[in-house]
């Protein structure tokens, strides 16, 4: 695994073992609203400003950040939700993380990621559907909008039988998701990420995977950064945006460097609008969550990180045109 972000499996402690009860579901944390929803005495919103509030962060864009220094930040700058990681929240404490995660009132867009599948980092299949249905568990808790999963490379099976096992344990983790009322969504990966995160690289991986499991509550997670190279993937969009979970924005400059060299969105040469209104005219009606795994952000003051954060929010939401 990336070492800078790491296994969900290394902070495991004392709390997260803890077999005490979570504290309950607050109802009003981690709704998704629906496309073109509107407050309370106010006109129909438009596309634009409704993009606004759909737009989440994902803790990795901010990754020097504790849980609770991020939850401030986050509702300081008005950011609509947070996606949670869950080496931060096992770092700050299950039970502890919960309580924060409530308090602040912001949605929680993701909690990620279950993976690792395949056995490529050392952990037995047992130990991670284990680690899998606590995630899910917390998601329930924090009424996350999905669970993201990473399946883990191919790890030198043949890939009919690595497919078949992550098929196999999703199965079995969907199941277990509808008891909790938790969705959860596959990520397909650029094959730069072969080697350490995952086979699943394209649009047709994910469907086939989605097709073999055959559970409604397991989705695409749609990354900009790494869909992007896909043939005709704005005209994909209309086929694909039902099964769509969330989107993960970021963008893409030159040949990147390392695993870790994104761009905000609108820094790099993505046509980032254009994806987001096909999406928007197809129906997505999720979270957008700007996911963006850079060393150079990453080395950044935290207010000048927020500050870039949110005006890559503001240039989407009103560059987006309304439906």
Not at 64 to 70: E, G, I, P, V
Not at 124 to 153: D, F, N, W, Y
Not at 211 to 236: C, I
């Amino acid at each position: 695994m990336n070492p800078l972000i790491g296994n969900s499996f290394a902070n495991s402690t004392a709390d997260n073992r803890d077999a005490s009860p979570l504290p309950a579901a607050d109802p009003h944390v981690g709704v998704a609203p629906a496309a073109g929803q509107t407050h309370a005495g106010s006109a129909k919103t438009t596309v634009s400003s409704d993009l606004a509030r759909r737009i989440s962060i994902n803790q990795l864009t901010t990754l020097r950040n504790c849980l609770s220094s991020d939850l401030d930040e986050y509702r300081r700058h008005e950011i609509a939700a947070i996606g949670v990681h869950w080496r931060k929240l096992n770092y700050y404490g299950i039970r502890r993380s919960i309580r924060r995660i409530q308090q602040s009132r912001l949605a929680v867009s993701s909690l990620g990621w279950i993976g690792g599948f395949t056995g490529e980092h050392g952990h037995a299949l047992p130990e991670v559907m284990c680690e899998a249905k606590r995630m899910i568990r917390v998601a329930s808790q924090i009424r996350a909008g999905v669970v993201t999963v990473v399946t883990g490379p191919q790890a030198g099976h043949i890939r009919s039988h690595a497919f078949r096992i992550v098929a196999d344990a999703l199965k079995e983790l969907t199941e277990f998701a509808s008891i909790y009322d938790v969705r959860l969504a596959v990520q397909p990966m650029h094959s730069m990420f072969a080697k350490n995160w995952s086979f699943i690289h394209t649009l047709d991986d994910g469907l086939q995977l989605l097709d073999k499991v055959g559970n409604p509550r397991l989705q695409l997670s749609f990354g900009t950064y790494h869909l992007w190279e896909e043939p005709g993937l704005l005209q994909r969009i209309e086929e694909v945006a039902p099964r769509i979970g969330l989107v993960s924005l970021a963008d893409w400059g030159e040949a990147p460097r390392h695993e870790n060299d994104r761009l905000l969105p609108g820094e790099g040469r993505l046509p980032l609008n254009d994806v987001i209104q096909s999406l928007e005219q197809h129906g997505f009606s999720g979270w957008y969550e700007l996911e963006v795994w850079s060393r150079d952000l990453w080395k950044l003051d935290h207010r000048d990180l927020m500050r870039r954060c949110v005006d890559a929010r503001d240039r989407l939401s009103a560059q987006v045109c309304p439906c």
